[in-house]
């Protein structure tokens, strides 16, 4: 069974400049590149697409011969309102922690 960590934290940035629907769809707002710390497979972009703060990454599993975990996380302002409260919520696609487990 293997293992993949990586940041959040570049999410979380671009989810604080509080985007509007005056940006283009799919428009690229930042991307993450691969590093010695995170298990990133290849760069990739947070972009504004279909109205959120969307991020596409594939994960390369650590300690394991091979594998790799494709996956998708969404930004939902549920309330439209303040900063983090319990109204908004991360979804992830598929279901997961910051620590990956995967064969």
Known sequence: ???AEFDFTPFLEV???HLNSNIL???I??????????CLAEENYITWTDGRVVQNMVLRLRNVESGE??????WI???GGGDFDCYRAILLTPPLTMVLYGT
């Open 69 to 74: 975990i494709e996956n998708k996380f969404s």
């Open 15 to 17: 989810v604080r400049m």
């Open 77 to 79: 302002d549920v309330t």
């Open 1 to 3: 069974m293997g293992d």
């Open 29 to 38: 707002i930042t991307t993450v590149k691969p590093t010695r710390t995170n």
């Open 25 to 27: 769809n799919n428009m």
